[in-house]
C-alpha cells in the first residue's frame, strides 16, 4: 500500500510542468505594447507585441500569412522552399548589426484562417536538405512563435505576436535582449503597414 501511494506521487511530481514565467510590461510605443518573459530553461526571453487595429481581419490575415509577401526589414533574401494553403517552408537571412549575418530554415503554418473569424499563424525552426548552414551565416537554431488576430465587439482586431529565438553564436542574451524586442516591434509595424496597403 505504502509503496504503491510512493509511486503514485512520484508520477504526479514528475507529470507536473514547470509554471511559465509571467509576462512584464516594457513599453508601449504608438499603441503596441511590448512584454517580455523569461523562459525556463534559456538565458534568453520570450518577446510579446499587442496591439488593437481597425484594419480589416481578412487583410491582417492575410498581411501575416501572405504568399507575395515582399523582403524587407531586416531580411536581405527569403526562398519559400515549399508550400500548401496551410503550411510554408522558407530559408531565410537576416541582416544583423554589428555580429555575422544570421539564416534560417522556418516552418509555418496557417492554423485559423480569415474565413473562421479569426486568424492565427505557427512558426518555428525546421530544417531542410537544400539549405545547409554555411560559412557567412550563422545558423538559428531555435525560433517558435505565433500570430493571433482576433475581432473585438467593439469592432476592432486584437493582434498579439509573440515570438522566441536564440540568434545562435556567441551573443550574450543581454545583448541580444534589446535587439530582439525593437525586431519584433519592427515586424508588427511591417504587418500594419502591410495590412493597410498602398
Known amino acids: 500500500m505504502l509503496s504503491n501511494l510512493l509511486i503514485a506521487t512520484l508520477l504526479l511530481v514528475s507529470s507536473e510542468t514547470p509554471e511559465e514565467p509571467a509576462w512584464k510590461a516594457m513599453r508601449t510605443v504608438d499603441g503596441l505594447t511590448i512584454s ?26 492575410d498581411a501575416v500569412w501572405g504568399r507575395d509577401a515582399k523582403v524587407e526589414g531586416h531580411f536581405k533574401k527569403r526562398v519559400v522552399i515549399r508550400e500548401s494553403h496551410s503550411e510554408r517552408w522558407t530559408y531565410e537571412q537576416l ?3 554589428i555580429v555575422t549575418d544570421r539564416d534560417i530554415v522556418v516552418h509555418s503554418q496557417l492554423v485559423a484562417s480569415a474565413d473562421t473569424g479569426r486568424c492565427e499563424v505557427l ?26 488576430l482576433e475581432p473585438t465587439t467593439d469592432g476592432k482586431v486584437a493582434i498579439t505576436y509573440t515570438v522566441y ?3 545562435g553564436g556567441k551573443i550574450p542574451a543581454w545583448m541580444a535582449r534589446g535587439g530582439q524586442r525593437d525586431a519584433a516591434l519592427i515586424f508588427m509595424k511591417t504587418i500594419l503597414s502591410r495590412a493597410a496597403g498602398p
Do not use: I, Y
Open 36 to 61: 517580455a518573459r523569461e523562459v525556463n530553461g534559456s538565458h534568453f526571453e520570450e518577446v510579446m507585441v499587442t496591439t488593437l487595429s481597425m484594419q480589416p481581419l481578412a487583410a491582417l490575415c
Open 95 to 97: 541582416k544583423v548589426p
Open 123 to 148: 512558426f518555428e525552426t525546421g530544417t531542410d536538405p537544400d539549405f545547409p548552414k554555411t560559412r557567412d551565416h550563422v545558423r538559428v537554431t531555435s525560433l517558435r512563435g505565433r500570430w493571433t
Open 165 to 167: 529565438s536564440e540568434p
